[in-house]
């Protein structure tokens, strides 16, 4: 069975909302062996939606919906779902009883505009609704190029109510309908360090079509993350299958490889540093204060973690952190010798174990030839020593900061991984 999400809202068409509910139940889905092919987002219009529902019909088995089932005249999809399937609405009493129980219980006169909430497409079952106004929808739509029938479940847009309604009801009919069950679970191995393709070089046999278990890849913001996605009869086959892949994945890539699953490299540097005890401060230029505000997103940051200092003006680097002006006049601002002085200066005033620090140019203009847009620097000082990293980078003045974030922690997480234990 192969399924399609399709959430309805002019909301989420104009950028206002985000579409949370499309992501959960996918994961959802997957865990009871139903892949998910589609995903559409559509806004209020009678026209489009019917059109949406229509081509969703006709190459999906199951259709999930969500939104538009409100009692305003911007909720369109029961009577989307009425012209697709060429029935009339009819009114079903007990959904309108619950409805109006709902409104005595708080106390409050039910709008005559909420009795459209108890319409349903002709032949369609309600899905009573717990928590709110808007039942759900369940019906069987034919599909013009399969002699089979597509199920189409609608259910409401307010995402507490969409997942209790799936959770309590929805779920097990879908079960019973996927007679061949099984799941479909997906492990996620985080990278930084190399590009997208460079990566996929290492792994190449990995993450041609048609390997088994699937292996995807995706970049975001310099990171690169890997996807095993394994079926299989239960939860134990499926992460058996996924194992030797994860490994292999691992093994090949070694320190490019920093976490798994929602970690990002902050995580793996905080561990890192509470498992020898040590910590760290941070003088930042361009990343202004960045490295240290996600170091601090991480629970236990406050016993590695000793501060930080944001430097973007001169005076700050030469008179807090001690960079000699003769540096930044012979080498410039963004450069290593003056990246590498600001992290020993760093790392002495906090009487920290290592101290990270940043220079660059985030844009969008005061580049030149020799020091073009993009270009930082990252500094590691540590008690036997300091270096740097720089790198050019591409992108906006948010992701060039973001991405030296990164870097600058990549740094010492490099550098804690090849310490002795």
Known sequence: MKAEIISVGSELTSGQNLDTNSQWLSQRLAEIGISVGWHTTIADDLVDDVAAFRVAAQRAALVLITGGLGPTQDDLTRDALARLAEVELVFHQPSFDHIQQLFAQRHRSMPERNRVQALFPAGAEPIPNAYGTAPGIWMSVGRISNPSHCIVVAMPGVPSEMKAMFDEQVRERLLSLNPAGGVLTQRKINCFGAGESAIEQKIMDLTRRGHSPEVGITASDATISLRILARAANLLEAQLQMLPVEMTIRERLGSLVFGEEEEELQDAVIGLLQERRQT???????????????????????????????????????????????????????????????????????????????????????????????????????????????????GTRAEIQSRTAKLALNSLRLHLLQMPE
């Not at 960045?290 to 601090?296: I, P, Q, Y």
């Not at 270009?375 to 036997?384: K, P, S, T």
Request: glycine letters at 14%.
């Open 280 to 394: 760290v401060a941070t003088a930042e230029s361009v990343t202004a204060g960045l490295v240290a505000h996600r170091l601090g997103q991480v629970p236990g940051a406050s016993a590695c973690l000793l501060g930080g200092i944001v430097a973007y003006d001169t005076r700050i680097k030469t008179e807090l952190l001690g960079v000699p002006q003769s540096l930044i006049q012979e080498h410039g601002v963004i450069s290593a010798a003056v990246v590498e002085a600001m992290a020993v200066g760093c790392r002495s005033r906090f009487g920290a174990d290592f101290a990270l620090s940043t220079v660059g140019l985030a844009g969008p203009g005061g580049g030149t030839p020799e020091k073009p847009v993009g270009l930082v620097y990252a500094g590691l000082a540590w008690d036997a020593g300091v270096a740097s990293r720089s790198y050019n980078w591409l």
